[in-house]
């Protein structure tokens, strides 16, 4: 198994451009989250999927938007990106009933 | 709302005991975690402890929980330079097993 993958690992924006994070996972796990990180900040859950067709908005939502047509991929789109987003985003995904997440590499993204 | 929160930093010499600590609010929690960062990483799953366990060892690792102060800690024996990480402490409560909350994240640096 590949586990969690996550495209690009680096990107850089201008202000008010748009992008799609890719996240990807192959074991077969009903649950997958993305979370936000800054320093000293921790993580801050960004959205969630209990499913394929089923989202819901984590901690900060504001300025981003999820799919979930299949079990295996969860993207985050940011519409007009802000400076406010550079950010290190991370995907994981957890199996009905388990208790570890398995999170991907991470992409940094820096908006210019 | 839930919240965790630990120290930001911790420094050791190589071969002494490592101790982070952290503190949450949610007396409804089920799950408490430990998870290892290294850098340009996802975080990894070190150990985890379930809310009715006082103490669980694993290794180098030992896990306290005091339910009454809402205080978990990581103790790691014998504390080598590879331990250098950031360690974030997390909950699962009552909003559901699937959803984390996680703290800021020690960052732990060993001096050799």
């Known amino acids: 198994n590949a586990g969690v993958t996550q495209t690009p690992k680096f990107r850089i924006l201008k202000i008010g451009q748009s992008m799609t994070l890719q996240c990807t996972q192959d074991m077969n796990h009903n649950y997958m989250y993305w979370y936000r990180q800054d320093p000293g900040m921790g993580l801050k859950l960004i959205y969630y999927?209990?499913?394929?067709?089923?989202?819901d908005k984590g901690e900060v939502p504001n300025g981003y938007n999820v799919s979930r047509s299949t079990t295996e991929d969860f993207p985050l789109r940011l519409e007009l990106a802000a400076p406010s987003q550079t950010s290190v985003y991370f995907c994981?995904?957890?199996?009905?009933?388990?208790?570890?997440?398995?999170f991907g590499p991470g992409t940094r993204l820096t908006v210019l | 709302g839930e919240d965790v929160e630990q120290s930001l930093f911790l420094s050791v010499r190589e071969g002494d005991s490592s101790v982070i600590n952290c503190t949450y609010t949610d007396s409804s929690s089920t799950y408490l975690y430990w998870y290892k960062q290294e850098p340009g990483a996802g975080l990894q799953l070190l150990t985890y402890i379930f809310s009715n366990m006082d103490m669980k060892q694993d290794q180098r690792l030992t896990v306290l929980l005091n339910k009454k102060d809402k205080h978990l800690s990581l103790r790691i024996a014998d504390t080598q330079t590879g331990d250098s990480a950031i360690y974030f402490c997390?909950?699962?409560?009552?909003?559901?097993?699937?959803?984390?909350?996680f703290g800021t994240g020690t960052r732990l640096k060993v001096l050799a």
């Open positions: 999927s209990v499913g394929a067709g089923i989202t």
């Open positions: 997390a909950e699962t409560g009552a909003s559901g097993t699937y959803k984390y909350i």
């Open positions: 994981a995904s957890t199996p009905s009933g388990g208790n570890e997440q398995f």
